[in-house]
Each structure stands twice: as C-alpha cells, then as structure tokens.
Antibody, heavy 122, light 107 residues
Framework: QVQLQESGPGLVKPSETLSLTCTVS??????????WNWIRQTPGKGLEWIGY???????NYNFSLRSRVRMSMDRSQNRFSLRLSSVTTADTAVYFC??????????????WGQGIMVTVSS | DIHMTQSPSTLAASVGDRVSITCRAS??????LAWYQQKPGRAPKLLID???SLQSGVPSRFSGSGSETEFTLTISSLQPDDFATYYC?????????FGQGTKVEIK
C-alpha cells in the first residue's frame, strides 16, 4: 500500500530555511488524481494546511505562508519537498505530508506520513 | 479564510455512550467536510469525507451528517479505541482549514 515518510533536519536556526522531503512508496507520485500536501501542527494553532503540489508542477499555497513557501517534486525519486524560508520560533511544529485525491472535486487527506518534529531555535 | 469551530472542546464519556461532536463553518461549505481521528504521537486518520462518506475500514459506529454550515460526527457506541481527539476540516475553498479539535476522554 502507499506510504509516506517525512525526512529532514529536526532543528533549524531562526531566519534560515526549513527543508523537508516526503518520500512516497508503494505508489506513483505521478498519479493524475493525487495532490501532495504539507500540513503542520502546533499546540497553539492546531492543524494548518501549508499547501499542495500536483505532479505536473501545479502548486497552491496557504496565503498566510505564500511569501515564504516553495514546494517541489522529484518524480524520478518519487518524492516531494517543502522549503519554508525566514523561519521563526512560530514555525516550530510537527510537519506532516499527506495525500489528497481529486476526482471532480477534492476529497479529505486519506494518507499521512508519521510526521516530523521541527524546532526553530538558535 | 473559512473558520471552523468545534464543540465541545472536551467531552468526557463512558464506553457504550453515544457521543456527538459539532463542527460549524463560518460560511457555507456545501458538503466539503472531512472528519479525522488523532491519537497522541500519531498522524490524523481520515474517518469521513464529503460530510457523510465513511472511509473504507472505518467502523460503522462512526457517522457524519450535515451540510452548508453545520455538521455532526456521531459515534453510536463509544469503544475503548475511540478515546482520541477529533478534527473537522473543510475543503470547499482555499485555504483548507481545520477545527480546533475535540478531545474525547474517559469519564
């Protein structure tokens, strides 16, 4: 079955760029119905959708983070990535990657990675 | 952004109880609503989407109802495995947003 796994540094310094990767196994990232999302969770703000990338390169970012977010995809490695620039302590969170299917309109996030804790601290 | 408000924030119940969680949207979202269950240290798990469509493998004691701005997740007979935090999430328009969560605790 399809599985997602996040990877990346668990500690990032303030003002630097957070970089995470989500590797998809058991299925193709190039599925024409799958949208690949990043979501984060903090005790204070709860769950926050960051954005998604589609296999042809289309992206959609949460407006609140749009100026700092970039998502990309490596189809040959079956993985997609998140870059969040100019981080502050407010970006400390558990980051999840998740799949969302679309046929007609979107569905819920049906597959999730286990999550990765990222702390922003000097 | 569409704001999602869940109530109650915490719910204490016993095994076998029927429990209901409400989710209200700040504007109409048609039926574009999902419910998730999350246990500590784990990722959320999709239970229901399109407001009432039960995901494969999810026990039938879970059900969802509602449309437009008011939605309900009901667990018909609470089981020990159901003590967790539940979230609603809309996907009607960008950005997708989540409710703040409802923690179901043991009474």
């Amino acid at each position: 079955q399809v599985q997602l796994q996040e990877s990346g540094p668990g500690l990032v310094k303030p003002s630097e760029t957070l970089s995470l990767t989500c590797t998809v196994s058991g299925g193709s990232i190039s599925s024409g119905t799958s949208y690949w999302n990043w979501i984060r969770q903090t005790p204070g703000k709860g769950l926050e959708w960051i954005g998604y990338i589609f296999y042809i390169g289309d992206t959609n970012y949460n407006f609140s983070l749009r100026s700092r977010v970039r998502m990309s995809m490596d189809r040959s490695q079956n993985r997609f990535s998140l870059r969040l620039s100019s981080v502050t302590t407010a970006d400390t969170a558990v980051y999840f990657c998740a799949r969302q299917q679309k046929s007609g309109w979107f569905d819920g996030f049906d597959l999730w990675g286990q999550g990765i804790m990222v702390t922003v601290s000097s | 952004d569409i704001h999602m408000t869940q109530s109650p924030s915490t719910l204490a119940a016993s095994v076998g109880d029927r429990v209901s969680i409400t989710c209200r949207a700040s504007q109409s979202i048609s039926s574009w609503l999902a419910w998730y269950q999350q246990k500590p240290g784990r990722a959320p798990k999709l239970l229901i989407d399109k407001a009432s469509s039960l995901q494969s493998g999810v026990p039938s004691r879970f059900s969802g109802s509602g449309s437009e701005t008011e939605f309900t997740l009901t667990i018909s007979s609470l089981q020990p495995d159901d003590f967790a935090t539940y979230y609603c999430q809309h996907y009607n328009s960008y950005p997708w947003t989540f409710g703040q969560g409802t923690k179901v605790e043991i009474k």
